[in-house]
């Protein structure tokens, strides 16, 4: 059988015996770090799951969002475009968009898993009560689909976390869409106690987000612990990074072939590139912006 499918029916074995899917993944393909194919199966398994803890806890969440909009706020301007990146279910997100300061911001979030975005769009749309009001597409974090600097602010809630070992090609890929800031709401390794430390190592987590985005030209403003942290095993700092000033860069925000400049055309149930010849699937009005989704598609749909 097909590794691929072999690893599908034993993550459903696991997921409903209670079990780690990732650490299994890893361990099973013999792997030291999580890879985006067992990030993406791990999250499809688990959607659902956090509509329903917020449900549950939902002034343990609150507090979180109120606590963390303050930081976006403080940078936010009017018509400041925002992404986020890995918004999952957009639990947190619909919360931050209710906080919004600002005015007439473009909102854009992504996650790699599509059922956490189509759930996230009905959660989105229940709580914010205004429809199409966040941009939603599914992409990864290493290859975003859209232009250099053309998004003012990137943020993300924990993430980048189970991106452990790829810190340095994420950062450079934020660097490379955001425009002016990254507000980033993750774990700290270096700022960890020894017993966080051991699981953030077992799980894969992210360990030199500061290293790695100062390698690649972003600089550190601001590191603070959140005090309303949700999970005090995996406590949360927000991380404020400014870009080098890009005045002469002015770019509109369109699809791309993930990870480039090639502008995506939009047709009735799909994008395709010009350039490449590649298209891109829309499924019940989501695009899947995934190189490794896309096919190649020669259209002779040429205007006479």
Not at 153 to 173: A, R
Request: aromatic share 10%.
């Amino acid at each position: 059988m097909n590794r691929f499918f072999k690893d599908l029916i034993d993550t459903k074995q696991a997921y409903n015996e209670g079990k780690n899917i990732t650490d299994l993944l890893k361990k099973k393909n013999k792997l030291n770090k999580n890879t985006k194919e067992i990030i993406e199966i791990a999250y499809e398994f688990q959607s659902g799951e956090y509509v329903k803890e917020f449900n549950k806890n939902k002034n343990i969440y609150n507090k979180y969002i109120n606590e963390i909009s303050e930081y976006i706020n403080k940078y936010t301007k009017d018509k400041y475009s925002i992404l986020d990146i890995g918004c999952g279910e957009a639990t947190t997100l619909s919360g931050i968009v209710k906080k919004l300061i600002s005015k007439k911001n473009a909102i854009y979030a992504f996650d790699i898993s599509l059922s956490r975005i189509y759930i996230g769009k009905k959660f989105s749309q229940e709580k914010i009560r205004k429809k199409n009001l966040i941009n939603f597409f599914v992409a990864n974090i290493s290859q975003i689909p859209l232009k250099d600097k053309s998004i003012d602010i990137i943020i993300s809630s924990h993430s980048l976390e189970p991106n452990g070992g790829n810190e340095s090609v994420l950062s450079k890929e934020l660097i490379r869409v955001a425009k002016k800031k990254l507000i980033l709401f993750e774990p700290c390794f270096e700022q960890a106690s020894k017993k966080i430390k051991k699981r953030m190592l077992r799980y894969g987590y992210i360990t030199n987000l500061e290293k790695s985005m100062k390698k690649h030209g972003a600089i550190l403003e601001k590191r603070v612990p959140i005090k309303n942290t949700i999970d005090k095993l995996n406590p949360t700092f927000c991380y404020i990074f400014s870009l080098p000033e890009t005045s002469s860069i002015k770019s509109r925000i369109s699809f791309t072939d993930p990870g480039t400049n090639n502008k995506l055309e939009k047709k009735e149930n799909y994008f395709i590139s010009k350039i490449t010849n590649l298209s891109y699937p829309i499924i019940n009005k989501i695009p899947i912006l995934r190189q490794e989704k896309a096919i190649i598609f020669k259209s002779s749909d040429k205007k006479n």
